[in-house]
């Protein structure tokens, strides 16, 4: 990391460990009781205690259950017990836990992003090891999984040792972070989505495998500030070199009243040797898109964006825009490259909630001239993996004895040829391309039921969907369907 980069951290580490404060672990975005946690709050229930950033902290998912004052006889009462006891409280002393599962994965399809199914399907079996340790303000989390499904996931980097030979395996959380009352900084992997609750984030996604980096965070209940920087994979240049690659993200949130959350963010990838790039980069708080907009050029791929969540009533409006490039003037052949997605949700009937989605995105969105540039990572997106979409959903979520929610949900997708894997068109080419929806447009329509949930040592998540797909007068259907299902066992005691 630059010079001046460490000497900030270095600084913000100092003031921190003036502020103590109780590390707590987060909540991993595929955990089957997310599922009731979005539930609660699109019902109003509870408030987001991070709007429009996953994962959440189990010390916030407790601090809004607590704030809510459930009670038994409430609608969320008992789903606010089932978390309460799911997730238990931190006794604040130095403490250990663990967690084995092992079970099966059934898929139709190997790619996890089952709107654009990709990869062949099967039944493979899976198992999982979380490894946590808590001290003060310190926290280590640990999960890996043997999980032979990977190999057919047309996303999935690899690993150049796993031939055939080994079991296919990966960390699906890993890190360590140092939480204090207003700082809390984070290095490791684990999946992360910068957006509304069932859409990817425009900016920052799971819909690749996590990667390691460094997270800032600084945190107060009016203020939330978020910084995070990777190291992507070296690629080859167009002069046919080696090229480093880098990723920073940087957030900015404010909530002026406890029903609005307004954010503005950036991200940006930047393809260079690392002694040449510039070292605000990793600054953890700039806004580096700022100085861009006012003449200071540079030479990296800058993605621009801004979130928007409001509880007005009984309804929870959601929305996401984000500029990739804009050209107002009519010299420039290309057409302007953005994203946007809006949402809502609410109660439905006693305990149910309800939800609407739309979101798009431009033909070139995600890409640019250099592909070295490009907002992806092992060609798989940093924030959406396509482009050149517009999607509609429509779902409710029903819970089934505090334990279980059945989530019926219609959508339909509209796909271009346009892909951030793409090459870039040549000027040329550029007068010819749509904004939307290059060359013949593919439709899909999807009626479907996810499940999700736990009954003692046992959890599940699954989702089967009828799909119909059709591209000019010819149709397809098929049956989408992924399931996890496993028996765990997990134990605990105080460090000594």
């Given at each position: 990391m630059p010079h001046r980069a460490t000497l900030s951290l270095a600084f913000l580490l100092s003031f921190a460990t003036l502020l103590h404060a109780q590390a707590s672990a987060y909540?991993?975005?595929?955990?089957?009781?997310?599922v009731m946690i979005e539930l609660l709050i699109a019902r109003g229930e509870i408030r987001d205690p991070s709007p429009m950033l996953r994962p959440i902290r189990i010390a916030d998912l407790r601090a809004v259950l607590a704030e809510a004052g459930l009670t038994p006889d409430s609608p969320g009462g008992r789903l606010g017990a089932r978390l309460l006891a799911a997730f238990p409280i931190d006794t604040g002393g130095a403490s250990w836990g663990a967690e084995g599962r092992g079970g099966i994965q059934s898929?139709?399809?190997?790619?996890?992003?089952?709107?654009?199914?990709?990869?062949?399907g099967g039944t493979r079996g899976y198992a999982e090891l979380r490894l946590e340790a808590r001290a003060g303000s310190i926290a280590v989390v640990t999960r890996g999984a043997a999980e032979p499904r990977l190999t057919l996931d047309p996303d999935w980097p690899g690993d150049p040792s796993q031939d055939g030979s080994s079991l296919p395996s990966r960390f699906i959380d890993a890190y360590l972070t140092a939480q204090w009352k207003y700082v809390h900084l984070t290095l490791g992997q684990r999946d992360r989505n910068w957006g509304p609750a069932s859409l990817p984030g425009i900016g920052v996604s799971n819909a690749g495998y996590p990667r390691t980096d460094l997270q800032f965070d600084l945190v107060t209940r009016q203020l939330r500030f978020t910084a995070v920087g990777?190291?992507?994979?070296?690629?080859?240049?167009?002069?046919?070199?080696?090229?480093?690659?880098?990723?920073?993200?940087?957030?900015?949130?404010?909530?002026?009243?406890?029903?609005?959350?307004?954010?503005?963010?950036?991200t940006a990838v930047i393809a260079d040797r690392f002694d040449n790039v510039d070292t605000d980069f990793f600054n953890p708080l700039t806004l580096l898109s700022f100085s861009t907009r006012f003449g200071w050029g540079d030479d990296r791929n800058v993605l621009l964006g801004g979130d928007a969540s409001w509880r007005t009533g009984r309804v929870l409006l959601e929305a996401q825009a984000a500029l990739d490039d804009y050209n107002p003037g009519s010299e420039n052949p290309y057409p302007n490259r953005w994203a946007f997605a809006v949402g809502a949700s609410g109660p439905l009937?006693?305990?149910?909630?309800?939800?609407?989605?739309?979101?798009?995105?431009?033909?070139?969105?995600?890409?640019?001239?250099?592909?070295?540039?490009?907002?992806t990572d092992h060609g798989v997106g940093l924030g959406r993996n396509f482009a050149d979409n517009e999607l509609w959903l429509v779902g409710v979520a029903v819970p089934v004895r505090d334990r279980w929610v059945l989530s019926p949900e219609a959508s339909y997708l509209r796909q271009g040829e346009g892909s951030?894997?793409?090459?870039?068109?040549?000027?040329?080419?550029?007068?010819s391309i749509p904004t939307?929806?290059?060359?013949?447009?593919?439709?899909?329509?999807?009626?479907?039921?996810?499940?999700?949930?736990?009954?003692?040592?046992?959890?599940?998540?699954?989702?089967?969907?009828?799909?119909?797909?059709?591209?000019?007068?010819?149709?397809?259907?098929?049956?989408?369907?992924?399931?996890?299902?496993?028996?765990?066992?997990?134990?605990?005691?105080?460090?000594?």
């Open positions: 909540i991993p975005v595929d955990d089957p009781r997310m898929f139709t399809s190997g790619r996890r992003d089952q709107t654009h199914p990709g990869g062949a990777a190291r992507l994979r070296a690629v080859e240049g167009l002069a046919g070199d080696p090229v480093g690659r880098y990723f920073t993200a940087h957030r900015l949130a404010v909530t002026p009243h406890p029903a609005l959350t307004l954010a503005l963010w950036e009937a006693q305990q149910t909630a309800w939800k609407v989605r739309y979101t798009t995105a431009s033909s070139l969105a995600f890409r640019t001239l250099d592909p070295v540039e490009n907002l951030p894997r793409a090459p870039w068109p040549t000027p040329e080419e550029a007068a939307r929806f290059i060359g013949e447009t593919t439709t899909s329509l999807r009626l479907g039921m996810s499940v999700s949930g736990d009954l003692g040592p046992f959890r599940m998540a699954g989702t089967a969907a009828w799909q119909r797909t059709s591209l000019g007068s010819a149709a397809t259907q098929r049956l989408e369907a992924r399931m996890t299902a496993t028996i765990g066992y997990s134990t605990q005691g105080p460090l000594r």
